[in-house]
């Protein structure tokens, strides 16, 4: 099983600023299916990132993702404050299906 | 728009069967994948397993010995059976879709399931 790890496990920002964060796998991901997905309490999580890179439609285009083999970073160029959240990546490419521990973004 | 709904027993019985199923609107089921997730309270996530429209499953070796997932597409529902379950079991599961290159693109609202001694 391919582990992921993420951090920082908490980060704490202002809206407008920058986000990194980011996912490293104990190997290479397949075909960089590496996938990010936000968030809130109560509700269910939403996909951000695909193909590592790439963004569904309707995500805003503040959000960029990047990476490849064992190292990957979610960006989130400014801050808007719904973007407070906790934010998880997942590995899709070797069975089991794997997610990172989580990193929390909080209001600073 | 495709959107998909958790139902089944909110309360399991320790040792007793977790049943689920997963009802899907809004689109197709057939060539795609169906998963089950959950995520314990305060924890991250966890993947169960996957079925694909054909039948054809994948199941997490952590949980292999006690999964089952069947899929109807006449009924436009996949579901999910745990056998044994214990309190660690006690969880929100989430069904979703899962997309070859994409992931997981639309989820279920999720249903909290406890498991009762």
């Not at chain 1, 968030?39 to 193909?51: C, E, H, M, S, T």
């Not at chain 2, 996957?50 to 994948?58: L, M």
């Not at chain 2, 879709?97 to 994409?102: I, N």
């Amino acid at each position: 099983e391919i582990v992921l790890t993420q951090s920082p496990g908490t980060l704490s920002l202002s809206p407008g600023e920058r986000a990194t964060l980011s996912c490293r796998a104990s190997q290479s991901v397949s075909s960089s299916y590496l996938a990010w997905y936000q968030q809130k309490p109560g509700q269910a999580p939403r996909l951000l990132i695909y193909g590592a890179s790439s963004r569904p439609t309707g995500i805003p285009d503040r959000f960029s993702g990047s990476g490849s083999g064992t190292d990957f970073t979610l960006t989130i160029s400014r801050l808007e404050p719904e973007d407070f959240a906790v934010y998880y990546c997942q590995q899709y490419g070797s069975s089991p299906d794997s997610f990172g521990q989580g990193t929390k973004l909080e209001i600073k | 728009q495709v959107q998909l709904q958790e139902s089944g027993p909110g309360l399991v019985k320790s040792s007793e069967t977790l049943s689920l199923t997963c009802t899907v609107s809004g689109g197709s089921m057939r060539s795609y994948q169906w998963d089950w997730i959950r995520q314990p309270a305060g924890k991250g996530l966890e993947w169960i397993g996957r079925i694909h429209s054909s039948g054809r499953t994948n199941y997490n070796p952590s949980l292999k010995s006690r999964v089952t997932m069947s899929v109807d597409t006449s009924k436009r529902q996949f579901s999910l059976n745990l056998s044994s379950v214990t309190a660690a079991d006690t969880a929100v599961y989430y069904c979703a879709r899962h997309v070859t290159l994409m992931g997981h693109d639309h989820w279920g609202q999720g249903t909290l399931v406890t498991v009762s001694s």
